[in-house]
DNA sequence: CCTTTACTCTACCCTTAGGGGAAGGTGTAT
DNA sequence: ATACACCTTCCCCTAAGGGTAGAGTAAAGG
């Protein structure tokens, strides 16, 4: 099937498609007469399998050591797990930065009266030395 | 004081002052025959300005805005606390979709035995039709 | 057979907020 | 005069594609 039926079925955009055969995530075959590229059933289950990644926050680079774990038979479960593992810590250490973030931004928030004076304690906090 | 000096007074990198100035947000006098950009202390304050205002997370955008209200004496205390509110709000969106993220991630992990064998519930929800 | 319409191709620039480095000019101390 | 630190502009790089231009291709309708 053509590059635009494979998005559809692998609900991705064409231009994201293109985008992983031309980084060789995706070897669709291409058509020698007309360029187009040719795509099977088991490649949009790959981008499928990719997009689902995608979802799950994983970068590009982890979705290519996934889809090559998952095209691996003899892989083990210990290796997928790992990297599960190491995507959660970096999601949690995300999750400890925005809340303290977000205390800090709404410690200084809660102190603003938010009226039509001037004076504002948020640019005196971001204007302190 | 040139643009080295500026740089270490405000905790920035010289290559981000140069940026800064190259987009209009702090805008130093240039000496015309040598072609340093001359930075004064009050130049060297909106820099610790927009230092802050980045680690608060606010982009290069809203560091314009904010600026823009520190500098305008006639500003409502109003205006900053929308801007403040709406990134609290942000932060709020982003730390919701990374707590869903981290459960169904955390829920596959425990799912998975993570040992030698083949078989990945991981791998299977990725592939999951 | 011809035209329209839909689809596809490559190639280029754009996004954030700078980082890295080259090539060359400036300032100052020795 | 030379060494060294500092400064300049210019260009390419990041992640993951989005947008558009110009051109070729496929399939359907007349």
Redesign the interface.
Known sequence: MNIGKAAKLSNLTVKTVRYYANIGLVKPEQNISSGYREYTDEEV?KL??IG??RK??FSIDECKE?LS??E???????E???I??E??SQ??S??ND??D??N???F??SN?????????P??D?????
Chains 1, 2 share one sequence.
């Open positions: 289950a499928k399998f689902k990644a799950f926050d996934l774990l998952y691996d038979k003899n892989r083990t479960s210990k997928v797990k790992k599960t593992l995507k959660i999601i949690d995300k999750l925005l809340k973030l977000r800090e931004l709404s200084l928030a603003c009266h938010g009226d039509d004076k001037p004076n504002c948020i640019l906090e971001l204007s302190k030395n």
